[in-house]
């Protein structure tokens, strides 16, 4: 995650090195599907997700123009990709329904069992509108702090700081527990 | 407190590990589409990125380490670039091409760049030319002057126009000052401590008038503005020399590796008959780059070309050994109709490079032809088998044989109904060009030779399976093409989903009378759902003995599964090919859409029973993947390849006659059948070999033979004597061999098998020989660099 190693690796892939390019995927590889897990949390749309982010960044490596670092170039392609496919998702889900027989259960089988529900905390975020997900998302998982984000969403970070807020308070009137804990 | 409540929950999911299939997928995907990116960029006119890595701020590799030289160089290329615009390039691309002897490799080199070049272009694709010889490349090649009408005289128009390297005649001094002025405006706008001005004299910007392209670079002025010429190292070239550049290239370079020579050009054209007067800079400085190697050269730090490294998976191929007839007098193997791998040495050699041995199944080139074998009068005997015995083009001491089968054409009259299933892979990897897009194309064609009481349906699988059209009549074409229409790339590969639920329709729409099929079209792996290659293949091979059978239709490179997808059609009954083109889909889909969907002899397998009397050792060429054990001939529960409507299939031996030298094989010493002469011979001892076919109908379940003796009323003496089929076979044959790295091959020469195959090309009328013509030609000038 050092970006110094990083922008070496970028600027020999975009001088046409597949194997800078194939180290940078290597490295970042891990990152970017935990973030998609995060996103979508069924495994194989994280690992899809995360193909297509690498698939993007081979289009479009040559377009980075190194005014961020490339952590934050990378995360909005992510951020970009996971929304898409998402959206795509909720498309085919209605084929879905079609072929419900075929479906078997793979897709609600996989969700991992958590002590402390992480999972409803999840679940609770993804009712939230994308922006703000992502939003709450990079700052609470990624850890990055509010400027990072709103250069990754193309926005102000007061924007970035509304939109956590926003979120916050919606997640609050759907665990009203935390209110209790919180305060 | 309440954020550090949140994160810590947060934090708390568990996250599975990803797939290592996952992960190697999506990092093969994302090295295809990044290599398609670079050949994209490398299409685009070359100036500009050579100019930008030149004066980018970390010169990258060793040759260019110096400033001084990188901008010269940059001055240099854009003159030569302003050259072969100003001169009509027909002249140099013509010499050189009369030149471009195949003596030394150097001079095959520079001859590739003229001959492939104009082929490549048209394919968009990138040539295989390094950017360290733009002299050759941007005069020879990327101006042909008779490509288009008028481009209009905007900036757009003309960088448009260098760009996909088609630019009518000499362009007019505007159009010079355009481009040039944008070169400037690129490097300017990049904003380096450097700017530099390339200027035409407008006035003298006109061809039989004398013109001075100048490079300059900001000192002091010369002609122009306050810069001067860069110094000393550079050579000035009168046209003719240039043009003798052109043809001795690859002398040039090895003269003046590093340093470059100052030729006054007026001296030397007191002979020339042109009055041009050129300023101009060769690129000669480097030595002569091994292409493909120059991207390990500076330990990864590539600036060339990346070589392309196949992840494209191929089975091992082991090439098949020379038999000894009183040792293993019998060969048997399985038809094989599939020819994708002759789709996919096409490609490799348009973009320049050789194809993976493995990926060349010699067979398959062979049967991609449509040869002209008598065809067969009626039904009940699919097909009639021709023989012909001719002496090897590569070896004077062995003959060729040559078994040709055509089938039964079925008169689209009589076509049985067809009951398709079209399973399309949409996972992300199948966005590019020459994947879906390609794909869909493919499909509305094929849509068209639809009859009406066909049936048609199409399930698309990406992260899960999904119908997207049910089963529909092929009258109703507007619902399977707005069908078609929606198909768009993205999610994950479910495959495994997909084909059951693909033949859960096919089977839903059974037609005993007529052909039911599953056609997958997919650019690689499944990576999800049945992933294990077997498991796929059994459920496959099950669904066939029900009825339907599988085709496969391949996509894309760089991860294209081409063992999984040969395996999965030969379980299924299929056929595999290889799309690279709309051209090739229109061949599959379109011209041979009876051949690939109407199966009419099914287990088609092949039996040779050599004459020991006759001949002494045998070699198939080709079918190494289709072998079988001589047992399996007659045990009719041995599955083998099928042949569908008017295929065509060609296998050819070399076989080493009786007493001839050219006998790898000792006898034995002790071989106790020699002297006692034991060895009997039931047919004529005039014959060669006999020949057993043995297939079945589509609806029965046990074969039928058909027999043939081959003998000396089929031999010819000379090559020139055999049929054009024959050559035009043995020619093919030969190239696979040559690509393959064959050693049985001895001295034969992509040039003998130009020679070969032209002498027997007639009536070409799809222009697939020609096409083949040309495959050898790229071959031969991408084989000095031996990259694959």
């Known amino acids: ?183 | 407190m309440e954020n550090e409540e949140l994160k810590k929950i947060l934090n708390r999911l568990q996250i599975p590990e990803p797939g290592d299939v996952a992960k190697d997928k999506a990092i093969k995907s994302a090295l295809a589409e990044f290599r398609l990116q670079a050949e994209k960029n490398k299409n685009r006119f070359k100036g500009f990125e050579w100019l930008d890595r030149l004066i980018s701020k970390k010169p990258k590799g060793g040759f260019f380490m110096n400033r001084t030289i990188a901008i010269t160089t940059a001055g240099i290329a854009v003159s030569v670039i302003a050259f072969a615009i100003v001169y009509s390039p027909i002249m140099v691309s013509q010499r050189a091409r009369k030149v471009a002897p195949d003596k030394n490799l150097e001079a095959a080199y520079s001859a590739k760049s003229v001959e492939s070049g104009t082929e490549i272009q048209k394919n968009q694709e990138q040539p295989r030319i390094t950017e360290k010889k733009p002299a050759v490349a941007n005069t020879g090649i990327d101006l042909p002057a008779d490509q288009i009408k008028s481009p209009a005289l905007t900036e757009e128009a003309v960088l448009k126009a260098i760009d996909t390297g088609k630019m009518e005649q000499t362009p007019s001094s505007e159009e010079l000052q355009v481009i040039l002025n944008e070169q400037a405006r690129l490097q300017l706008a990049k904003g380096k401590a450097y700017d530099s001005a390339k200027q035409v004299s407008p006035s003298s910007a006109k061809v039989g008038s004398p013109v001075t392209v100048q490079s300059e670079v900001p000192k002091k002025g010369m002609m122009t503005t306050e810069k001067v010429q860069e110094k000393p190292a550079l050579n000035e070239f009168t046209l003719k020399e240039l043009r003798d550049t052109s043809q001795n290239a690859a002398e040039n370079r090895q003269k003046v590796p590093m340093a470059m020579n100052n030729i006054s050009g007026k001296d030397i054209d007191a002979t020339g008959n042109n009055s041009e007067e050129f300023t101009l800079y060769e690129i000669a400085v480097t030595p002569v780059p091994k292409a493909g190697v120059i991207s390990r050269n500076e330990g990864g730090r590539a600036m060339i070309n990346p070589e392309y490294v196949g992840r494209d998976k191929f089975e091992d191929i082991k090439t098949n050994a020379v038999k000894l007839v009183s040792e293993e007098p019998v060969s048997t193997f399985s038809i094989d109709v599939d020819t994708a791998s002759y789709a996919f040495v096409r490609r490799a050699l348009n973009n320049g490079y050789l194809p993976q041995a493995d990926s060349v199944r010699i067979e398959e080139l062979l049967n991609y032809f449509d040869y002209d074998y008598p065809l067969p009068k009626d039904q009940s005997a699919p097909f009639k088998p021709i023989v012909a015995v001719f002496p090897t083009p590569w070896n004077p001491d062995t003959k060729l044989l040559h078994i040709g089968i055509k089938g039964y054409d079925i008169v689209p009259e009589k076509k049985p109904r067809a009951n398709l299933v079209f399973l399309v892979d949409v996972s992300g990897s199948m966005e590019s060009d020459d994947k879906l897009p390609l794909l869909k194309n493919s499909l509305r064609m094929f849509v068209d030779t639809l009859k009406a009481d066909d049936t048609v349906a199409i399930v698309a699988y990406s992260g899960s399976a999904a119908t997207v059209l049910e089963r529909t009549k092929g009258a109703d074409k507007a619902k399977i093409l707005s069908a078609i229409d929606q198909l768009h790339a993205g999610g994950s590969t479910a495959g495994g989903e997909g084909i059951r639920t693909a033949y859960s329709l096919a089977e839903a729409g059974m037609d005993t009378k007529g052909v039911n099929r599953v056609i997958l079209a997919t650019d690689g792996d499944f990576n999800v759902g049945i992933t294990d290659a077997e498991a796929l293949k059994d459920f496959v091979e099950r669904k066939r003995k029900s009825g339907i059978y599988l085709s496969v239709l391949g996509f894309g490179q760089g991860n294209y599964n081409d063992a999984l997808m040969q395996k999965l059609a030969q379980n299924g009954n299929g056929n595999a090919a290889y799309i690279d083109n709309l051209n090739e889909a229109r061949k599959v889909l379109v011209d041979e859409a009876a051949s690939t969907l109407f199966t009419i002899a099914k287990d088609v397998k092949i039996q040779v029973e050599f004459n020991p009397s006759m001949v002494s050792e045998y070699r198939l060429i080709g079918y190494e993947t289709r072998l079988l054990n001589r047992e399996d001939f007659k045990n009719d529960n041995v599955d083998a390849g099928d042949i569908g409507s008017g295929h065509s299939v060609t296998a050819i031996y070399e076989i080493t006659p009786k007493g001839s030298k050219g006998q790898l094989i000792d006898d034995l010493r002790y071989d106790s059948k020699k002297n006692s002469e034991s060895v009997k011979t039931k047919g004529d001892s005039s014959e060669y070999a006999f020949l057993k076919i043995r297939y079945k109908l589509p609806e029965e379940t046990s074969s039928r033979e058909i027999t043939t003796s081959i003998d000396r009323g089929t031999e010819y003496k000379k090559i020139s004597d055999a049929p054009a089929d024959s050559r035009f076979a043995a020619a093919v044959a030969a190239f696979g061999q040559l690509l393959r790295g064959d050693s049985h091959i001895n001295q034969f020469t992509y040039d003998d098998v130009l020679n070969l195959a032209h002498g027997s090309i007639k009536d070409d009328s799809f222009g697939y020989q020609t096409e083949f013509l040309n495959l050898v030609r790229l071959a031969k000038t991408a084989s000095p660099m031996g990259d694959r």
């Open chain 1, 1 to 183: 995650m050092i970006n110094d190693s990083d922008m070496e690796l970028v600027d020999l892939a975009i001088g046409g090195d597949e194997r800078s390019f194939e180290t940078l995927i290597e490295k970042h590889y891990l990152s970017v599907y935990q973030l998609s897990f995060k996103w979508c949390r069924v495994k194989e749309d994280a690992e899809e997700i995360t193909q297509e982010v690498f698939i993007k960044l081979g289009r479009k490596l040559n377009t980075f123009n190194r005014k961020s670092s490339f952590r934050t170039w990378l995360y909005r392609i992510v951020i970009n990709t996971a929304k898409d496919y998402t959206r795509k998702n909720s498309i085919s889900r209605l084929y879905e329904s079609v072929f419900a027989e075929e479906q078997s259960n793979e897709k609600n089988d996989d969700p991992p069992t958590d002590p402390i529900d992480a999972q409803q905390v999840y679940d609770a975020i993804d009712t939230l509108p994308d922006k703000q997900k992502a939003a709450l998302m990079l700052v609470m998982t990624e850890g990055l702090n509010h400027k990072e984000a709103a250069t990754i969403l193309h926005c102000s970070e007061t924007t970035v700081s509304w939109r956590i807020h926003q979120a916050r308070k919606a997640l609050k009137n759907i665990f009203n527990v935390w209110c209790d804990n919180g305060k």
